[in-house]
């Protein structure tokens, strides 16, 4: 593999994702606030996709509900603290198995349904918790609801860390989570659960034939991005100390779908190089002006025709010379057994 | 019971019905034929709707703005075929995909040209009907007898003309309609644009009732979408009764208990519907929508 290689070469091996850590306090240190925004962000969108992926990159199935159950983490969080004063931890705690229960309770009743009827379902579970949330008193309706925990400080000996320190300490912790995660999935992807949700993903049928319970495997998978999800919504609750239903929305969803397509779904570091690409684009360089919306629809477009295996992908086609190339095409006809 | 008010939310159901079966009229033909979800569908209402909104703010009569909105979204509709999404037609998730890059793109390519605030077309139709004691406005009248007259002609065309059974054999059987000479290409291509007409005259319709604004179509594409779902994806029939429920419900719900409900209530059918039958009201047969 094209980027395993890179791994080894930069002499981390397994422990790569420390590297992004190191990365992200390399950055405070540039005391940039502008630097210091866009690489949390960055983080935030990383795992957004990396939700994604999960379900759909490695498991096949096309979902649109992660900016939905990331919402509901942030409100169940934001309201226990609120409205019950329950204890910051505790109620992301709660924040977080609210999103997991809301995926057993989606999974259960879609995933034995074919691509399009699952991904409308989860569509559906966007726009109804939006429609609730907007109408509900406890959540300030339209108008959102205060962020009022924080995560506090950490103490490692001599050296305190601020966690929600805009100078930086926020930042290190958000990607501090995002390496955490992308690590944990990337043993997961070694390990026999994973290894069956891809088998899975590029022929059921086979994969009934081995005993393989389908459902059960991509309810997990499910159950687990939505963990990630509910992450990345609570993370992005605390970064703008308040949250409303339009945070989460179809937009923001887009652009999840957009930065991971981009990056290369089904490969690890596919969010991590779409949420670069995006930040950068999008927030840095600021392509486009006010047509920037439509540059990014383009940017899609494009690479769905003619890269549709991602920036990844295509660095690894080209990394390993021919057998990429060959791999590279064998993996665009296999992408026809997505979702089908 | 308040009739009068019974019957206001019914002709009100009505035309929802009417606008939404057009809509998933539009969608069925596209993700019967082509396997394309079209998330896309949403702006080219859009369109159809700030076409007609700026034609008429050109002194142009409402209803030949009508045509000419239909006429040329049917024309970029082809287009957007040929361009974007035959390249992609191998992989049907990545016609979703390309689906949300054009809706990027039209959000955008509509806000720079018509602007965020609302445009107002004036009715071309507002006489009132007083029936009893209930008043109808001809308006809501008219949009269900235009979408009846569509729906009519479309049937006729899908039944009683080659290319329509062209575009029936093409939705049956793909292949078999290639080994027979069916230009499937072209038919292919013909069906998107109908699609992608449809989308329009669903705008033009909104765009006699509502204020024209960029958040227009998101309810009646979801709603579409439901109603794809409801009647059966792939089954034109089941589209139109499908929309009828739809829209019947949530005019029924807003008037009888509230517009909150009214939001989610189609939710709550579209979840019902997936448990108990999601092959939809009226079933293609298993091959399609496996």
Not at chain 1, 54 to 75: E, V
Not at chain 1, 84 to 95: E, F, H, P, Q, R
Not at chain 2, 30 to 48: E, K, R, S, Y
Request: glycine content about 12%; aromatic content about 8%.
């Amino acid at each position: 593999m094209g980027v395993a290689a890179l791994r080894r070469a930069a002499g981390l091996g397994r422990l790569w994702p420390l590297a992004l850590v190191g990365a992200a306090i390399a950055v405070v240190y540039t005391e940039d606030p502008v630097w210091i925004t866009l690489a949390t962000l960055a983080a935030i969108w990383t795992l957004w996709a990396t939700s994604l992926n999960l379900i759909w990159g490695y498991s096949g199935q096309f979902s649109m509900a992660q900016t939905g159950l990331g919402m509901l983490s942030a409100y169940v969080a934001a309201i226990l603290v609120h409205s019950y004063d329950t204890s910051a931890y505790a109620a992301i705690l709660a924040g977080l198995g609210a999103s997991v229960a809301a995926s057993a309770l989606i999974g259960l009743a879609a995933l034995r349904l074919r691509g399009f009827y699952f991904a409308i379902m989860t569509l559906a579970f966007l726009l109804v918790l939006s429609a609730v949330l907007e109408n509900l008193a406890l959540a300030g309706r339209t108008t959102g609801i205060v962020v009022a925990y924080r995560l506090g400080s950490l103490s490692l000996g001599p050296i305190t860390w601020d966690l929600d320190s805009r100078h930086g300490g926020f930042l290190v912790a958000c990607w501090t989570v995002a390496a955490g995660v992308l690590a944990l999935i990337g043993r997961l992807t070694r390990l026999r659960f994973g290894k069956l949700l891809i088998a899975i993903r590029d022929d059921p049928l086979l994969a009934t034939s081995f005993g393989v319970d389908i459902s059960a495997y991509k309810i997990g998978a499910f159950a687990m991005s939505a963990i990630i999800a509910g992450l990345a919504g609570i993370l992005l609750s605390l970064y703008f100390r308040y949250i409303t239903p339009s945070f989460f929305g179809f937009d923001t969803l887009i652009n999840v779908i957009v930065l991971l397509v981009i990056g290369g779904t089904g490969r690890l570091v596919g969010p991590l190089v779409g949420a670069a690409v995006y930040v950068a684009l999008i927030d840095y360089f600021r392509i486009g002006g006010d047509y920037r919306q439509g540059v990014f629809g383009a940017i899609l477009i494009l690479t769905v025709i003619f890269a549709p295996q991602g920036l990844v992908g295509l660095l690894a086609g080209l990394r390993s010379g021919r057998a990429g190339a060959l791999r590279t095409a064998a993996l665009k006809r296999f992408a026809g057994i997505y979702n089908r | 019971m308040n009739t009068n008010l019974l019957v206001a939310a019914l002709v009100n159901g009505l035309m929802l019905a009417a606008v939404y079966a057009l809509v998933a009229l539009g969608l069925t033909v596209v993700f019967g034929l082509l396997d394309i979800v079209n998330f896309a569908h949403g702006q080219m209402i859009l369109i159809g709707a700030y076409l007609v909104v700026s034609l008429v703010a050109h002194s142009l009569n409402f209803w030949a703005a009508l045509v000419v909105a239909v006429v040329v979204v049917a024309l970029v509709g082809a287009l957007l075929e040929r361009v974007v999404f035959r390249p992609v037609e191998s992989v049907p998730i990545n016609g979703l995909l390309v689906s949300i890059g054009l809706i990027a793109i039209g959000q955008n390519v509509i806000r720079a040209v018509w602007g965020p605030n609302q445009q107002i077309v004036p009715p071309p139709v507002s006489v009132v009907w007083h029936v009893g004691g209930a008043t109808v406005p001809m308006s809501r009248v008219v949009i269900v007898a235009g979408s009846v007259l569509v729906l009519g002609a479309l049937s006729l065309f899908l039944y009683r003309t080659r290319a329509g059974k062209a575009l029936r054999a093409t939705a049956q059987n793909r292949d078999a309609a290639e080994l027979v000479g069916i230009p499937v290409a072209r038919v292919n291509n013909l069906a998107f644009a109908a699609g992608a007409g449809l989308a329009a005259l669903a705008g033009g319709f909104l765009a006699m009732q509502f204020p024209v604004e960029p958040l227009l179509a998101d309810s009646p594409l979801v709603m579409g979408f439901i109603v794809l779902i409801l009647g059966g994806a792939g089954s034109p029939l089941g589209a139109v009764l499908g929309a009828m429920v739809i829209g019947l419900t949530e005019s029924l719900c807003t008037a009888l208990l509230s517009s909150e409900a009214a939001q989610i209530v189609p939710f709550v059918i579209l979840a019902l519907i997936l448990f108990v039958r999601p092959e939809g009201i009226v079933r293609i047969g298993s091959d399609r929508w496996v």
